[in-house]
């Protein structure tokens, strides 16, 4: 399993999670959720416990990379 750090990045407040591999039904069907594979709020096959919910993995993916995340009350939090 791999860890990962949610947070900000710039202060102590980052909090080690461990992602927990969740595949909606068509990830296990090899699809994407877009034609293209980009987009905003494409739900990834992980999850991540955070402040005691599993939270799915969301990434923004627009040219070669993405930015994943998580969302807790509406706000996007970091996962790196």
């Keep these: 399993m791999a860890t990962v750090l949610i947070g900000n990045g710039y202060d102590h407040t980052d909090i080690e999670a461990t992602l927990i591999d969740a595949p ?3 990830h ?3 699809l ?3 034609a293209s594979g980009y987009g905003n709020k494409i ?3 992980h999850k991540v416990n955070y402040l005691g919910r ?3 993995v969301y990434v923004d993916v627009f040219g070669n990379s993405g930015s994943a995340y998580v ?3 509406g706000q996007k939090i970091t996962v790196r």
Excluded: P
Aim: no cysteine.
């Design 24 to 26: 909606l039904w068509w």
């Design 28 to 30: 296990e069907r090899g």
């Design 32 to 34: 994407q959720k877009t």
């Design 43 to 45: 739900e990834t096959r």
């Design 54 to 56: 599993d939270r799915r």
């Design 71 to 73: 969302i807790v009350k």
